[in-house]
């Protein structure tokens, strides 16, 4: 039986100094993504993405383009083995690499758009005024319900609903501290810092995504090939300004992970690829979805994984 595959791309906390070198070195035609990539903003790309520093490669506005182009770097090296997906989803700023793979934006576009996304995001939120965790252990109304408590003395909020039993939650430093020694109370198992510069998700990101609107207007979009499940809604969406709208909304609005992987499980995925740096979509997926196929590809190795595997279904 003929697999239906659904690609999904990793967002920020995927990073890390040294991804996609081997992609980079193995495969020729991953170079010029590189090359067109650092033309757009006027820096190597393949010396921060590959030698960092950690400290630089973790700022969002630099975390962001950099993301985005070791995936499509991922994405062209997998392209020559041929496989169709019949839909496509990221994780926050994978958003952006998903709808590129569909057709919806041209990759010198994508670049420039989240450089400044990056840059709006880190300006909305002072530096060390913010802060990200993943909560392990607590239900959707332990979280929302101490997020509401901890509201009180500052914004915090559900950020990402990854998949059953991880919630990540945002906001302002004292908020967020707050509201993790309630869910504790509450029986939550671990919460953990996240490396993400901005509390993102949340309603602190209301002006970045004004500024954003500006730029998302001026670029050039167009239909996607096949249907992109968005982050804000988990929905399904073709049309150029359906998606224009939906990544704005996507900033100051929680991820719908979970339902977006079974959203993509309801129009008939029943293999799952994660294209980019990491296997943290990977994870999450097994946990949404235990039954589903789920592949990798962020080295030469993985995906002549992925390639072997999928012949085997």
Same mark, same amino acid.
């Given at each position: 039986?003929?697999p239906?595959?659904?690609?999904?791309?990793?967002? $920020?906390g995927?990073?890390?100094?040294?991804?996609?070198r081997?992609? &980079?070195?193995?495969?020729?035609?991953?170079?010029?993504?590189?090359?067109?990539?650092?033309?757009? @903003?006027?820096?190597?790309?393949?010396?921060?993405?590959?030698?960092g520093?950690?400290?630089?490669?973790?700022?969002? /506005? &630099?975390?962001q383009?950099?993301?985005?182009t070791a995936?499509?770097?991922?994405?062209?090296?997998?392209?020559?083995a =041929?496989?169709?997906?019949m839909?496509v989803?990221?994780? *926050?700023?994978?958003?952006?690499?998903?709808?590129?793979?569909?057709? #919806?934006?041209?990759?010198e576009?994508?670049?420039s758009?989240? $450089?400044k996304?990056?840059?709006?995001?880190?300006?909305?939120?002072?530096s060390?005024? #913010? @802060?990200?965790?993943?909560?392990?252990?607590?239900?959707? /109304?332990?979280?929302?319900?101490?997020?509401?408590?901890? %509201?009180?003395i500052?914004i915090?909020a559900?950020a990402n609903f990854?998949?059953p =039993? $991880?919630i990540?939650?945002?906001? +302002?430093?004292a908020a967020? +501290?707050?509201?993790?020694e309630?869910?504790? %109370?509450?029986g939550?198992?671990?919460?953990?810092?996240?490396?993400?510069?901005?509390p993102?998700?949340?309603? @602190?990101?209301?002006?970045a995504?004004?500024?954003?609107?500006?730029?998302v207007?001026?670029?050039?979009?167009?239909?996607? !090939?096949?249907?992109?499940?968005?982050?804000? /809604?988990?929905?399904?969406?073709?049309?150029?300004?359906?998606i224009?709208?939906s990544?704005?909304? $996507?900033?100051?609005?929680?991820?719908?992970?979970?339902? *977006?992987?079974?959203?993509? %499980?309801?129009?008939?995925?029943?293999?799952?690829?994660?294209? #980019?740096? =990491? !296997?943290?979509?990977?994870g999450?997926i097994?946990?949404?979805?235990?039954e589903?196929?789920i592949?990798?590809?962020?080295?030469?190795?993985?995906?002549? !994984?992925?390639?072997?595997?999928?012949? +085997?279904l």
């Open positions: 039986m003929t239906s595959i659904a690609f999904v791309f990793p967002g $920020q995927s990073q890390s100094v040294g991804m996609g081997a992609f &980079y070195d193995a495969v020729p035609g991953v170079r010029k993504v590189y090359e067109e990539a650092t033309a757009v @903003l006027g820096y190597d790309v393949a010396a921060l993405c590959f030698d520093p950690s400290d630089r490669l973790n700022l969002t /506005e &630099y975390t383009p950099a993301l985005l995936s499509i770097a991922a994405l062209r090296a997998l392209e020559p =041929g496989i169709h997906f839909a989803a990221g994780h *926050s700023l994978g958003e952006y690499s998903a709808v590129v793979a569909a057709g #919806g934006l041209t990759f576009t994508a670049v758009l989240v $450089q996304r990056g840059r709006y995001m880190s300006e909305a939120v002072a060390g005024r #913010g @802060l990200v965790a993943a909560i392990l252990g607590a239900s959707e /109304e332990i979280v929302s319900e101490a997020c509401r408590e901890a %509201s009180t500052g915090v559900p990854n998949c =039993g $991880q990540v939650i945002a906001g +302002e430093k967020v +501290e707050r509201a993790i309630l869910m504790k %109370s509450k939550c198992r671990k919460a953990i810092p996240l490396p993400v510069s901005v993102v998700h949340t309603p @602190l990101m209301q002006v995504a004004d500024r954003l609107a500006h730029d207007a001026a670029a050039t979009w167009f239909d996607v !090939t096949a249907p992109l499940v968005n982050n804000a /809604e988990a929905k399904p969406l073709r049309r150029a300004d359906e224009k709208a990544v704005i909304r $996507q900033l100051p609005s929680p991820v719908l992970w979970e339902k *977006s992987v079974k959203e993509l %499980s309801a129009l008939g995925a029943d293999t799952f690829i994660e294209v #980019g740096p =990491g !296997t943290v979509l990977t999450l097994k946990r949404i979805i235990p589903a196929n592949f990798n590809v962020h080295d030469p190795k993985s995906l002549e !994984t992925t390639v072997v595997g999928l012949k +085997e």
